[in-house]
């Protein structure tokens, strides 16, 4: 899935469910950095997207484990 959507994202930086997707993902394989980057950038286009800040609040809470 990460490669599908930074394919669509290369095309569409601002590809909301694109972001979402992938953040979702890289947070799966454990790459926290690169999710947070993804959901500061979903907030950043849409702040009343949901999804991102509980991406994100998870990411927080794993990384202060």
Avoid: Q, W
């Avoid at 947070?36 to 809470?61: C, F, H, M, P, Q």
């Amino acid at each position: 899935m990460i490669g599908i959507c930074s394919k669509k994202l290369a095309l569409d930086p601002a590809h909301k469910k694109a972001l979402y997707i992938r953040a979702s993902s890289y947070m799966k394989k454990g790459l926290f950095d690169a999710a947070i980057a993804d959901t500061n950038s979903l907030i950043s286009i849409d702040e009343g997207n949901v999804g991102a800040y509980y991406i994100r609040g998870k990411l927080i809470t794993l990384l202060e484990i």
